[in-house]
């Protein structure tokens, strides 16, 4: 009798994790198809993160808190204020409008789901939102690029928009890809290599050491973001093998080489290397991991891995919350007026989904994830929650905040908890 006890729990042990996933994957697929459903209602525009301050008055505002912070402080209250209290406040600022970053996720979150469920209406969706993508390039440039719909107020000035930015592109660029796997059109295959050139060409190149360089976050102005750097040594590393021109991947290395060069002794990223950006963040940590991910995959680079393991273990102990959830910061470099972020938690899904079988000690935390985001945070139309705030929820649905984000990282999570879609293991670059 106790043998049979023993391996009836076993046996019960053995099965339930297989359970646990197949109800996981069973919901996520039904979340996402409410989604779907909610995106045809809702439209592809939408408010934003940056409604507040994308039109003139709030735009006004955040220039001059960056000139003179103790009057910006009082010009920015009570947009601040609006944020924490009333989210859906954001409409007396700005209207809607539609975000090639938006459209480039949307894109790869439906050929994910065709990958997943071999329905071919979501691979005609991927197509529709690349359709999308090639209106909305920016003007006045001869290669495909993207950049933001409205004027960027930054401490280094305002970007125009319709302006390129490195931490744009390169989501179209994926997005093409995607879906070039998947039907092998040669024009997909055309702007992939204008893309290519873009960003090799256009965005520019500043010496850090021997073996590094940063690089611009557009096409004109300096460099020093990690971020930037990382998303350019990725699209460049990737270019080299769908365009094979190897002179991509001797810009990517540099790139990269910043990148690595530039990690803290704790495993942690600044956002910047100009002594004032020097904060850490949850979904910035994110993008870098992402591109070494991408890079280490494709390559193999023994200094990507060395460079994750320590990122990882820095992730794992500083930005995440008590709960497990993701947090905003390591340590708040700025008054925060929420708990928990939408877009933190669809990029933390997109990284341990990239990263979990490299470092098992993702998994947890994964798992973990994907059941309150899929449990907690659907909202009774079928779209997401953008942020726990600390007094209850911003539920103002914005594409490029989170929602498109999230719909993207759960279907890639859905696809690659299926038996279709395993991407190989690392590949040498040309000879």
């Known amino acids: 009798m106790p043998m049979l006890q023993t391996a009836s729990r076993n046996e019960i042990a053995s ?9 996981a994957a069973t919901r996520t697929r039904e979340v996402l198809t409410r989604f779907t459903a909610w995106l045809d209602r809702y439209g592809e525009s939408s408010w934003d993160y940056q409604s507040f301050y994308a039109g003139p008055i709030g735009g006004r505002a955040k220039k001059l808190y960056y000139q003179h912070r103790l009057l910006g402080t009082a010009a920015v209250a009570p947009m601040v204020l609006f944020e924490s209290l009333i989210p859906s406040a954001r409409r007396l600022f700005h209207e809607p409008i539609r975000f090639p970053i938006a459209d480039a996720h949307y894109a790869m979150g439906f050929a994910y789901l065709h990958q997943a469920t071999n329905d071919p209406s979501d691979l005609h969706k991927a197509v529709h939102f690349l ?91 300096e460099g020093g973001v990690i971020n930037a750097a990382a998303y350019r040594s990725f699209l460049l590393t990737s270019a080299s093998h769908v365009c094979g021109d190897e002179r991509y991947w001797t810009v990517a290395e540099r790139n990269l080489n910043f990148v690595l060069e530039n990690q803290n002794a704790d495993g942690s990223w600044y956002y910047a290397v100009d002594g004032v950006r020097d904060f850490v963040d949850h979904f910035h940590t994110c993008f870098v991991m992402k591109a070494l991910a991408k890079v280490h995959s494709l390559t193999g680079h023994r200094g990507c891995f060395e460079a994750l393991s320590r990122g990882v273990k820095y992730y794992l102990a ?114």
């Open 318 to 431: 500083n930005l995440f919350d008590a709960d497990g959830l993701p947090r905003p910061f390591a340590k708040a470099p700025r008054l925060t007026v929420y708990r928990t972020e939408l877009y933190d938690c669809a990029e933390c899904i997109n990284l341990c989904v990239l990263l979990r079988d490299r470092f098992p000690q993702l998994q947890p935390r994964l798992q973990r994830l994907v059941e309150v985001i899929t449990t907690e945070w659907v909202k009774p139309d079928g779209s997401f929650r953008s942020r726990r705030l600390y007094f209850g929820w911003d539920n103002v649905s914005m594409h490029r905040w989170g929602q498109s984000q999230m719909f993207r990282s759960l279907a890639l999570w859905l696809r690659e908890s299926t038996a279709v879609g395993r991407k190989p293991g690392p590949v040498p670059l040309p000879a």
């Open 131 to 221: 359709n999308q993508l090639k209106l909305s390039r920016c003007d006045g440039f001869t290669e495909f690029c993207w950049g933001y719909p409205f004027d960027w107020v930054t401490r280094n000035g305002t970007v125009r928009r319709q302006t390129p930015l490195i931490t744009s592109t390169p989501y179209a660029y994926e997005a093409f890809l995607e879906v070039f796997r998947l039907d092998g059109r040669a024009d997909w295959k055309h702007v992939l290599e204008s893309i290519a050139r873009h960003v090799f060409t256009d965005i520019k190149d500043f010496r850090t050491s021997n073996k590094a360089s940063s690089c611009s976050y557009m096409p004109v102005g």
């Open 15 to 23: 099965i339930s994790p297989a359970a646990d996933a197949a109800a």
